[in-house]
């Protein structure tokens, strides 16, 4: 018989990247009274302030990429509050832990509003159910604009298709840095009070069935060096002991195996904790179902019935990975072998959905398709932290055969830019194939510019823009839809120096060269590294590594010291955005490297005959 209970909130916290969830959440945790100020200031080291963001990347980029869960308790109440990523790349770690909510907190900034990521898990949460409780925060910006974000969520909600009872959304103004929250701006803010009382006024417990066969689908799963592999997941139906006999049945072929639960876990504060039971409605982890993997539903024994599979977005990024053969392999690292690769990729698609990996034509070569640029730089910089070396050829977009008819994936773009640079975004969108849908005065001395644009045409375009604009503008894109396939983008503009020989690249060397070099003098370079831009559309392989020729001549002025500028740097993503379809980007745990496909420059004229 369903009923619901009333001791249990589950609340997933989803709003676009930098908008400040994960700094609330961390106030939630400070004022939940659970913790002493030692033991929070213990969590956050001193160092990046936030206590959720535990992964390094996710630190050094200031974003959250994996979703976490932790449990607090609001008198009587246990709440199972769940981080999400904010950026669209990570929407596949989205769109499976809103199935453990039932309600969610919708994080906007005061002063930006809604932009992409804010739609994109509104209509996910929509189609999960879910009740949704509005939170504007950084009301204590100067450029706040409250009334207007109040107006632009209410229009938002509407175009998503919201009904009259989810339109009356309830509206919380809060600071999370300051930690204070009020549901009245005519009442100076204390606390987050207001937001303790909306979870358990406006967020519904859960409904169940705890006398029902056990169903529990596996939403996440993490490692621990003590007790194996972990599964997470929210009880659906019936209950979960520990050393339960059940059946697993998997989500990709509908097969089943039995096993048996070795422990059951709570979330309690930040950590985990033992338990005999948990019953329908809870989120639990569970050691022991090792063959386990995300989708599948951890059943009862004798009445093994499956959930409805999750349904995750479909990648829209092909990149090819091989094993690093470059002359300078195993200097930094330990070269991957293929058997090696393919047993990271393996690991990783134990808990990465979104991603997917085949065979490339080599038998070192696969083919990795995910989200997005960031989504699979977040892959490569973890294989390069842990010692490994790889070499990755040029994000490609992956297209679609539909009724005889070639479609692309087109993505919703939004930029934000100083008014003296609006003509410059608007010229290098347009002549990527985008279409304007939106400009408006934005914020001060800006302009707001939402676009279409293929997904093939974002590629390389980050980097341009920042260029464009002086670093000024601020850029967001998701997933939009997928439509008919448009004409060839502009490639990259112009060639590349190539370089000629293996040893140290010498300033003398240098010194004639135009354009942007990529190494500076006493560095290493191999041949067929690519160590600079041309200024011409042309390829064109160089001698940068020969020494000033001794000779007992002199004469005024030949003496004089070469004046050579300082190399352009790149980051991953950066050169993945950079290369060309011959080239690949070397990824050691030191160091970045441009290359050709093929080092040798007869190989590569071999190849350019063959591509005619």
């Given at each position: 018989m369903k009923a619901k209970r009333t001791d249990i909130r589950n609340v997933a916290v989803i709003a676009h990247v930098?908008?400040?969830?994960?700094?609330?959440?961390?106030?939630?945790?400070?004022?939940s009274g659970q913790f002493r100020s030692e033991e929070l200031d213990k969590l956050v080291g001193g160092q990046h302030g936030l206590i959720m963001d535990s992964n390094d990347q996710e630190r050094e980029?200031?974003?959250?990429?994996?979703?976490?869960?932790c449990g607090i308790r609001i008198g009587d109440v246990k709440v199972n509050l769940i981080d999400t990523p904010g950026h669209a790349d990570f929407g596949g770690e989205v769109e499976r832990i809103l199935k453990m909510a039932d309600g969610a907190f919708v994080l906007v900034d005061a002063s930006e509003g809604p932009l992409p990521q804010t739609r994109f898990v509104l209509k996910k949460a929509f189609a999960c159910g879910l009740k949704p409780i509005v939170i504007i925060n950084k009301i204590d910006r100067p450029d706040a604009r409250i009334q207007d974000i109040h107006n632009l969520m209410f229009e938002l909600f509407i175009e998503l298709g919201a009904d009259d009872d989810t339109a009356d959304f309830p509206v919380i103004y809060a600071s999370g840095r300051a930690g204070i929250a009020t549901t009245d701006m005519a009442v100076p803010p204390k606390d987050l009070k207001p937001l303790f009382d909306a979870i358990l006024e406006k967020i519904p417990g859960p409904d169940v069935d705890t006398e029902a066969p056990l169903q529990m689908q596996v939403a996440a799963i993490s490692y621990s060096e003590f007790l194996g592999k972990i599964v997470v997941g929210r009880v659906t139906a019936g209950k979960i002991r520990?050393?339960?006999k059940v059946t697993v049945v998997k989500q990709k072929d509908g097969t089943t195996f039995?096993?048996?639960?070795?422990?059951?876990?709570?979330?309690?504060?930040?950590?985990?904790?033992?338990?005999?039971m948990v019953s329908a409605g809870d989120v639990c982890a569970v050691v022991g179902i090792d063959d386990a993997d995300i989708g599948d539903t951890i059943c009862d024994f004798d009445k093994p019935m499956g959930l409805p599979p999750l349904s995750i977005d479909e990648p829209t990024l092909d990149m090819l990975f091989k094993v690093n053969d470059s002359p300078f392999a195993s200097l930094d690292g330990k070269p991957m072998t293929s058997r090696e690769l393919r047993a990271r990729l393996d690991s990783e698609l134990q808990h990465n959905v979104a991603l997917r990996v085949k065979q490339g034509e080599r038998e070192s070569e696969f083919i990795v398709s995910g989200r997005g640029l960031l989504h699979l730089g977040v892959l490569l910089e973890n294989i390069r932290r842990e010692g490994g070396e790889i070499a990755v050829g040029k994000p490609k977009v992956i297209m679609k055969e539909?009724?005889?008819?070639?479609?692309?994936?087109?993505?919703?773009?939004?930029?934000e830019a100083p008014n003296e640079h609006s003509s410059s975004v608007m010229r290098l969108v347009l002549e990527r194939q985008g279409e304007c849908i939106k400009m408006e005065g934005g914020l001060g001395n800006s302009t707001h510019m939402e676009f279409h644009i293929p997904a093939r045409g974002l590629i390389g375009l980050r980097t341009r823009m920042l260029t464009a604009t002086q670093g000024t503008a601020i850029m967001h894109h998701n997933f939009h839809e997928y439509r008919q396939a448009r004409a060839g983008m502009p490639g990259r503009a112009?060639?590349?120096?190539?370089?000629?020989?293996?040893?140290?690249?010498?300033?003398?060397?240098?010194?004639?060269?135009?354009?942007?070099?990529?190494?500076?003098?006493?560095?290493?370079?191999?041949?067929?590294?690519?160590?600079g831009e041309h200024g011409r559309d042309k390829d064109l392989t160089v001698n940068i590594t020969d020494p000033k020729p001794l000779t007992n001549m002199r004469a005024s002025g030949t003496d004089a010291k070469a004046a050579i500028k300082p190399p352009m740097r790149f980051s991953m993503e950066m050169a993945l955005e950079y290369i060309d379809d011959d080239e690949l980007v070397e990824i050691t745990p030191n160091h970045l490297r441009m290359r050709k496909l093929y080092l040798k420059e007869n190989d590569r004229k071999k190849f350019e005959r063959g591509r005619q």
């Open positions: 930098d908008h400040g969830k994960t700094t609330l959440v961390d106030q939630m945790l400070r004022q980029r200031g974003i959250t990429i994996l979703a976490k869960n520990k050393n339960q039995n096993d048996t639960v070795v422990q059951v876990l709570e979330f309690e504060r930040l950590a985990k904790k033992e338990i005999e539909v009724d005889g008819k070639t479609l692309e994936p087109i993505e919703y773009l939004v930029v112009n060639g590349v120096y190539i370089s000629k020989n293996t040893a140290k690249v010498t300033a003398y060397s240098v010194d004639g060269l135009s354009g942007t070099l990529f190494v500076a003098p006493g560095e290493e370079v191999y041949e067929g590294q690519v160590v």
